[in-house]
Each structure stands twice: as structure tokens, then as C-alpha cells.
């Protein structure tokens, strides 16, 4: 699931998002999402992802020997849930997944139901820590590349979750009490060590996707317009871990293209930024993020400014900056987060989402 979606989160998120732009191929970068290319299909990702782990789920629950299983596969299928239904809405869930005995024609799901009702996202965050917590067998945790089998790993996996799905929905539903909760617990994602990551290595099998294309796929997505500008303006040396200087740049400058751009204009890859070599060259320095502290700390100072939280916004703001930093390695400029990138700007929500 990490190996494909971050694949997706590349060729078709990014361009979403405007972090890049493609030069070809790219009705998906002008908003034809029924067109995927390159990619934008994750559908079958979610449901085949979800189809695998519910094997192990019901392995769990039906062989003693597997019941260490249960609580990461309740995480894991209440973690793949919602990003189904954060990027699709009402999908099929309660009746998916049972191809093999039940149906291969599941009903569709309101998004409040697969997130709010028994077997939902928020009931197997609950009951796989529950799982974790009531284990007391001495049978490890085989194949686990997130944590190595560390099942308090799982359980701060969990609670970081809890914090970002009741995040998504603040605007339906009072989540104060159980964000205070979690908050005054502590046990979450709380720094770069407890990321829920899987690392990509230099080489094959497990090197990123990119690096094992032809270079004309990779050479295909430049730094975006959007993306330039926030960077440039925020002074932000983490440009040069996540782009490349355009070719024909006289002084290591950076140059972005706008998205959406008519591929027959004939655009000439020298002029614009390619995305860094962490993508093709050097993926053993780039990660599949399930979740991480620099998300868990943004996502707790966008609470605490909402009133959702009692705690000191701009200490959270600083904490997923500096974070952030480190994770990409890259040196955090001494005057960044009280110049170039202060935490109150005039727009303190905005400034913490960017």
C-alpha cells in the first residue's frame, strides 16, 4: 500500500496539490480526473489493499496463533479507510471486502457511516488498541515494516490517527473532549524516532517506484508555479532537497511551470526544475509516510488555534516546523520560523495548513 499510493501521491497528488507540474501526459494536471495517465487511479489500490488485510483481520479473530494480528489489521483497515473515503466519499465498506463468500456487488456507504458507525474508522482505531493493549500472547509481530514489531508503536499510530480523522471531522461533530483526551495521554506520534514510515532503499525491490521507470517518466513532472513562488518567498532551503536547478539556470535558480499547461506549446524541460534526485538517484533518503510527527503537531496546532485543545499554538507550529525540517535534512535557517516563516502572519490557520 505504501510502494503504491506513494506512487499515486506523486504522479497524480502532487499535481493536485500543485507541488509539480506535468509536461506531457497530463489531462490529469488539467483537471480531467475521469483521464487518468501516469496515474490517478487509486481505487483498486484502496479496495485490493483492504481486500488483503481483511484476510488477516478474520485470520486474527479466528487462530489463537494470529491474534497479534488483530489490533495493527483494525489500524491499518481504519487507516486505508479513510483515505477511501476522504478521496471518494460514499464507497462501498460494510458489504466490500467478502468477494469470496458474500458478495461482488457491495452497497455504497455514506462517508459519515464509514467513519462514525461499528466497524468504522473510529471503532477499529478504538478496538485495535484495545486489541494491543488486552494481548498477552508471546508470539511476535512478524513483518511489521513500520514499527518491527513494536506494538506501542502501533497503539501511538493509532492515537495519531484519532487526532487527524477527528480533525477531518470537527466541522460535524464535537471533538474537544476526546482531543484533550489523546493530548493530555501523550501517547502519539511524537517525534521523528516514532514516524510511522516505511524507507525505501537505494536499490530494487524496495527502492521508490520512479527509480525504476525510464527517466522519461520521472522527466516528465517539474516544479510546479504554486510550489516556486511559496518556496521562494518563504526563503526556503528545503527547495533544494525536493527540486533540482532548471538546466540552463547560469546560477543553481529554481524555475516552476505552471499547472495545467497545454502539452503542445512545446515546453523545453531545460527551462524548468525537475523534482529532487531523493526521487530517482538517492530514494534510499525518501520514506512512504503512514503518519508523522510533524502531521500530528500541525494537526494539533490547528486545534489548539480552533479551541479544540488547551495548549500553546506557536509551540506546536514551531515543533512541526523544526520537524520538518529535520526529516528532510535540511539545516532549519536561524531566522526562519521568527522572518521568514513566523507563526503568526495574519492568517495563523492558513499559515499552519501552508
Do not use: C
Not at 87 to 112: N, R
Not at 126 to 154: H, M, V
Not at 300 to 314: K, N, V
Not at 340 to 349: K, L, Q
Amino acid at each position: 500500500y505504501g510502494e503504491q499510493m506513494s506512487y499515486e501521491g506523486f504522479t497524480a497528488g502532487n499535481l493536485l496539490g500543485q507541488y509539480s507540474t506535468a509536461l506531457d501526459f497530463n489531462l490529469f494536471d488539467r483537471h480531467d480526473l475521469k483521464s487518468p495517465q501516469l496515474g490517478g487511479n487509486p481505487w483498486p489500490i484502496f479496495y485490493q489493499n483492504l481486500r488483503d488485510n481483511e484476510i488477516i483481520l478474520k485470520l486474527s479473530q479466528e487462530n489463537a496463533a494470529y491474534a497479534v494480528y488483530e489490533g495493527p489489521a483494525r489500524i491499518m483497515k481504519a487507516y486505508m479507510a479513510a483515505g477511501l473515503t476522504d478521496l471518494f466519499g460514499d464507497a462501498p465498506y460494510s458489504e466490500a471486502f467478502q468477494g469470496d463468500t458474500e458478495t461482488v456487488t457491495p452497497s455504497y456507504d455514506t462517508q459519515e457511516s464509514i467513519y462514525m458507525d461499528e466497524g468504522g474508522v473510529f471503532d477499529n482505531l478504538d478496538k485495535g488498541i484495545l486489541a494491543i493493549q488486552n494481548y498477552s500472547g508471546t508470539i511476535a509481530l512478524e513483518g511489521d515494516i513500520l514499527f518491527n514489531g513494536e506494538l506501542d508503536g502501533w497503539i501511538r499510530f493509532a492515537n495519531s490517527l484519532k487526532i487527524k480523522y477527528l480533525m477531518r471531522v470537527s466541522n460535524k461533530i464535537d471533538v474537544a473532549s476526546q482531543l484533550q483526551t489523546i493530548v493530555s495521554e501523550g501517547n502519539f506520534i511524537d517525534d521523528n524516532e516514532e514516524n510511522a514510515i516505511f524507507n525505501f532503499t537505494d536499490g530494487e525491490p524496495n527502492s521508490f517506484r520512479l527509480a525504476q521507470l525510464r527517466v522519461g517518466d520521472f522527466n516528465n513532472y517539474v516544479l510546479s508555479e504554486t510550489m516556486d513562488e511559496i518556496l521562494t518567498n518563504l526563503k526556503d532551503p528545503r527547495i533544494g532537497r525536493l527540486y533540482q536547478p532548471f538546466a540552463n539556470s547560469a546560477d543553481g535558480e529554481y524555475n516552476g511551470l505552471l499547472n495545467g499547461i497545454d502539452a503542445s506549446v512545446g515546453v523545453s524541460l531545460a527551462d524548468y526544475s525537475l523534482l529532487g534526485t531523493i526521487f530517482r538517484e538517492n530514494t534510499g533518503l525518501l520514506d512512504a509516510n503512514f503518519m508523522t510527527s510533524m502531521e500530528t503537531h500541525f494537526l494539533l496546532a490547528e486545534a489548539a488555534e480552533r479551541g479544540f485543545i488547551s495548549a500553546d499554538t506557536q509551540i506546536l507550529y514551531n515543533t512541526g516546523v523544526t520537524q520538518a525540517f529535520a526529516y528532510w535534512q535540511v539545516e532549519l535557517p536561524e531566522n526562519y520560523l521568527t522572518e521568514d516563516a513566523p507563526f503568526d502572519n495574519g492568517n495563523t490557520i492558513e499559515n499552519i495548513i501552508t
